[in-house]
């Protein structure tokens, strides 16, 4: 494996758990004592998973210069995954 791949799983992974992460803590923190604030909780999720689909999305694009199959099925996979965890979350919040 070279350098880019290993960067790019690691990459990948990173972006994976820490939002998770965070998205966790601002729910048991904010959302279950305060129903009244969740909709603002969910606009701040939506701009934030933006962002980081946007992040992904610029690190796909610059560090890979050759797009194989392996590497569209990963995309796409990190962005169905996240999506549907994205509406999870707004399903929790609502």
Do not use: D
Request: a positive charge.
């Amino acid at each position: 494996m070279s350098f880019i791949h290993l960067l790019s799983i690691f990459l990948g992974v990173l972006s994976g758990i820490i939002p998770n992460w965070f998205y966790m803590l601002l729910y048991n923190k904010y959302v279950k004592s305060y129903k009244h604030s969740a909709k603002k909780i969910l606009l701040f999720l939506y701009f934030f998973e933006l962002l980081k689909i946007a992040i992904f999305v610029t690190l796909f694009i610059f560090i890979f210069k050759y797009v194989t199959i392996i590497k569209l099925l990963y995309f796409i996979s990190f962005c169905f995954i996240q999506i549907i965890y994205f509406f999870y979350i707004g399903k929790k919040c609502i």
